[in-house]
């Protein structure tokens, strides 16, 4: 159980594209999912926590405007990224909790976004 | 100041042998939950092991055991019978009370190369 299933696992797209990243629940209901960027050998940095049904909140530094995050559903939640550029390659990994703090966080299989 | 410190870059250990990844934490919190995650270079996170504030025991799960020392605020991940596919990268992380929507601090991760 607790399975997340994130798509598109690669992209590779020309500058100026915006990219639409999605994150799934599969077999529960994430009140609340989670997005990080991940640079080769280096830890996790979330970017945003995204709510069910209210506007997600950002971490400091990340630009909203670039990293739009919706979550229309218990199930769904979506990172795009608008007119993306070189400096946005990177890999996004999203995931969700289906409890308390003693649940584990359920990841996603990350999304590796070129840039060209 | 860190709230997850993890010292060791990289790690080196022979096949069959153990090893011990070495985390240690900052909270005020009473509550909280401590975990291990593994990350393959194919970039997937895998849960290992989780061991919360109140918890009386060390966890184990299968070749996972972690040794936790509250009072010293560590959290160390010892792996037995190391297996080549245990080359990965490994993440220790915190959750910080009760609520699912508590953020997971994450440690910079270790890289553990297991020889033949």
């Known amino acids: 159980g607790a399975v997340v299933s994130q798509h598109p696992s690669w992209v590779i797209c020309k500058s100026g594209t915006s990219v639409k990243i999605e994150c799934r629940s599969l077999?529960?209901?994430?009140?609340?999912m989670f997005w990080y960027r991940q640079f080769p050998k280096q830890s996790l940095m979330l970017m945003a926590t995204?709510?069910?049904?209210?506007?997600?909140?950002?971490e400091q530094g990340v630009e909203k405007d670039k990293f739009l995050i919706n979550h229309a559903s218990l199930t769904l939640s979506t990172l795009t990224v608008t007119s993306a550029h070189p400096e946005d390659s990177s890999f996004y990994i999203c995931?969700?909790?289906?409890?308390?703090?003693?649940?584990?966080?359920?990841f996603g299989d990350g999304t590796r976004l070129s840039i060209l | 100041a860190q709230k997850i410190t993890q010292t060791q870059p990289g790690m080196f250990v022979q096949e069959k042998e153990a090893v011990t990844l070495d985390c240690t934490y900052d909270?005020?919190?009473?509550?909280?939950?401590l975990f291990w995650y593994k990350q393959p270079s194919s970039g997937e996170m895998i849960f290992l092991i989780y061991?919360?504030?109140?918890?009386?025991q060390n966890a184990t799960e299968g070749r996972y055991s972690l040794n936790f020392q509250k009072a010293r605020k560590s959290a160390n991940l010892v792996i037995s019978a190391s297996q080549l596919g245990d080359s990965a990268m490994y993440f220790c992380?915190?959750?910080?009370?009760?609520?699912?929507?508590?953020?997971?601090?994450f440690g910079d991760g270790t890289t553990l190369t297991v020889k033949p």
């Open positions: 995931s969700a909790s289906t409890g308390t703090s003693n649940q584990p966080q359920h």
């Open positions: 992380a915190m959750r910080e009370g009760y609520t699912n929507a508590g953020k997971s601090t």
């Open positions: 061991q919360g504030s109140y918890d009386q």
């Open positions: 995204s709510n069910e049904g209210s506007k997600a909140t950002y």
């Open positions: 077999d529960f209901q994430a009140t609340t």
């Open positions: 909270t005020s919190d009473p509550s909280y939950g």
